[in-house]
């Protein structure tokens, strides 16, 4: 339903090495030392009466001489294992050892570096608290050998690894430096809202970023632009605080239908892992989706006949979604700063020529045999078991009909989450049925004042930006978050419809994404 262009470009995926602050390793005798490590954005759940599990990220805050890569050494607390961790390499479950990534290795004076994550078990006695409270944190943090204690010890051990030339001329120092961006905060559902690890709540505005469902199959590489630090610098003058990822389920999978030269299996993999974890650690908040997927359909609305996932689909398929999401989920669990959404906009609904309204409901729900559709559907239901039977915490979200524009009856036919963290995603355009504040009112609003919505694409195919204008002021006044699809730079807005950039430096198209940037600028998450 929305007006796409396929990208002409060949391109790899960015280089996604973080900027950082050229520093210098100084001999241990010359070296300043000091730390302080602290629990940041923890969020805790309960299993068991007596066990549960915890994420939260490391605050490693460098008191000392800048440095240019870490150990870091600590014991979990009594009751307390690790079971994952990102944005590192660990080893140990309770005596802990964790690495720098390489690109998140310097850290200046003064700086603190929140990249890191860390999951975990916890259990109690019978008679604790659940979980423990005040949940305990390491009292031995140790980086680079040296005990973080809050302060500086004076000369102290260097950091490993090869040591950086001594510049020729002084360079900026370390405390002028601009301090690393805090990473994106683990989010969990609370009543109707999103909410940090401190129970704040957090709107979702931002931007889709297109190409990760179409490049790869067309054998066009991975991104169809840059996927580093710069591109991301770029959406951050936009304020934008989410970034909507669509992807090729046979691409992630790596199948026959990708072609030689398209980027598929674990290269594929490894590029939305590197896209996602920087996005992360730049403080911006990733959801990874399903767009495009296997299963041949022609009925109303195909935009192909093709069984390969070259196009949208009404419905997942029950041959490959479920080992996708198995899949996606195991690659970002314990990081629940990441959000699933499950299938971007279903339409059984049409596939049935919109005469049976209960079978297409049911069929988003529970899959199987689905009027009009040729193959066997994959429904909302058994992806959300898919997703938690690998012991996943993310927040995950599921569509409406129509293109995920109906959500009269998702709250009768959402799926069951066991840890219910599930929250609903809309799409408005105006080209859609239900383009009025009446409308939302009557259909959206009684969905948002039970679950957390958010209107994961937003659009007109005007090039102007009146309607976006309306939706996102309804939505500012339910606390509903937004995101424009898309930040492409895919020519003036007229030649591909709901364009926001004509450049990957962030250069808005006029008037869409000037009106987006514009309102976009004036929000808080």
């Given at each position: 339903m929305k007006q796409r262009r396929a990208a002409l470009a060949l391109?790899?995926?960015?280089?996604?090495?973080?900027?950082?602050v050229a520093v210098?390793?100084?001999?241990?005798?010359?070296?300043?030392?000091?730390?302080?490590?602290?629990?940041?954005?923890?969020?805790?759940?309960?299993?068991?009466?007596?066990?549960?599990g915890?994420?939260?990220?490391?605050?490693?805050?460098?008191?000392?001489?800048?440095?240019?890569?870490?150990?870091?050494?600590?014991?979990?607390?009594?009751?307390?294992?690790?079971?994952?961790?990102?944005?590192?390499?660990?080893?140990?479950?309770?005596?802990?050892?964790?690495?720098?990534?390489?690109?998140?290795?310097?850290?200046?004076?003064?700086?603190?570096?929140?990249?890191?994550?860390?999951?975990?078990?916890?259990?109690?006695?019978?008679?604790g608290s659940t979980?423990?409270?005040?949940?305990?944190?390491?009292?031995?943090?140790?980086?680079?050998?040296?005990?973080?204690?809050?302060?500086?010890?004076?000369?102290?051990p260097s950091s490993p690894g090869p040591s950086s030339p001594k510049p020729s001329s002084p360079g900026p120092s370390a405390s002028t430096s601009t301090p690393p961006a805090k990473a994106a905060p683990a989010l969990h559902v609370s009543g109707n809202k999103l909410v940090t690890a401190a129970g704040t709540p957090y709107r979702l505005l931002g931007v889709n970023r297109s190409s990760g469902e179409f490049a790869c199959i067309q054998g066009n590489g991975m991104w169809d632009g840059p996927a580093d630090q710069a591109s991301i610098n770029a959406m951050k003058t936009w304020n934008v605080h989410v970034v909507r990822i669509p992807l090729n389920e046979e691409c992630w999978l790596g199948t026959?239908?990708?072609?030689?030269?398209?980027?598929?299996?674990?290269?594929?993999?490894?590029?939305?892992?590197?896209?996602?974890?920087?996005?992360?650690?730049?403080?911006?908040?990733?959801?990874?989706?399903?767009?495009?997927?296997?299963?041949?359909?022609?009925?109303?609305?195909?935009?192909?006949?093709?069984?390969?996932?070259?196009?949208?689909?009404?419905?997942?398929?029950?041959?490959?979604?479920?080992?996708?999401?198995?899949?996606?989920?195991?690659?970002?669990?314990?990081?629940?700063?990441?959000?699933?959404?499950?299938?971007?906009?279903?339409?059984?609904?049409a596939a049935n020529n919109w005469t049976d309204a209960t079978a297409a409901w049911?069929?988003?729900?529970?899959?199987?045999?689905?009027?009009?559709?040729g193959y066997p559907v994959a429904g909302m239901q058994s992806l959300v078991n898919a997703v938690r039977g690998t012991g996943a915490t993310n927040v995950i979200m599921t569509a409406g009909l129509t293109w995920t524009n109906d959500m009269t009856q998702w709250l009768q036919y959402k799926p069951s989450d066991p840890l219910n963290n599930l929250a609903a995603s809309w799409h408005t355009y105006n080209f859609n049925a239900c383009v009025t504040a009446s409308c939302w009112d009557s259909q959206i609003a009684p969905v948002a004042a039970q679950v957390p919505l958010v209107a994961t694409e937003i659009g007109q195919n005007t090039c102007a930006h009146d309607y976006i204008d309306q939706v996102m002021a309804w939505a500012d006044t339910k606390g509903i978050g937004y995101l424009a699809w898309t930040w492409n730079p895919w020519g003036v807005c007229g030649s591909a419809g709901n364009v926001l950039i004509t450049d990957w430096n962030g250069t808005p198209t006029a008037t869409f994404g000037e009106g987006y940037k514009a309102h976009l600028l004036t929000q808080n998450p």
């Open positions: 391109c790899a995926a960015g280089a996604l090495a973080a900027a950082g210098v390793t100084l001999p241990a005798a010359a070296a300043s030392a000091g730390c302080s490590v602290t629990y940041q954005n923890l969020s805790t759940w309960q299993s068991t009466p007596t066990s549960g915890f994420t939260t990220s490391l605050a490693i805050t460098n008191l000392g001489d800048p440095i240019s890569h870490w150990t870091l050494t600590f014991t979990l607390p009594s009751g307390q294992t690790r079971s994952g961790g990102w944005n590192a390499s660990f080893t140990g479950t309770t005596a802990v050892t964790a690495t720098d990534a390489g690109w998140n290795g310097a850290i200046g004076t003064g700086t603190t570096n929140t990249s890191v994550g860390l999951q975990g078990d916890w259990t109690r006695s019978a008679s979980p423990p409270a005040p949940f305990p944190q390491p009292s031995n943090f140790a980086l680079n050998g040296v005990a973080c204690t809050g302060s500086t010890t004076g000369p102290g026959d239908s990708v072609p030689a030269n398209g980027t598929k299996g674990a290269a594929y993999q490894q590029a939305v892992k590197d896209y996602v974890n920087l996005l992360v650690a730049s403080g911006i908040t990733p959801i990874v989706e399903m767009h495009w997927n296997y299963g041949q359909y022609s009925g109303a609305g195909a935009g192909c006949s093709d069984v390969k996932a070259t196009c949208q689909k009404p419905m997942p398929d029950a041959q490959y979604a479920p080992t996708f999401w198995t899949q996606l989920a195991t690659a970002f669990k314990g990081n629940n700063a990441v959000v699933f959404d499950l299938f971007n906009e279903p339409y059984p609904d049911t069929c988003l729900r529970d899959g199987g045999t689905c009027t009009g559709i």
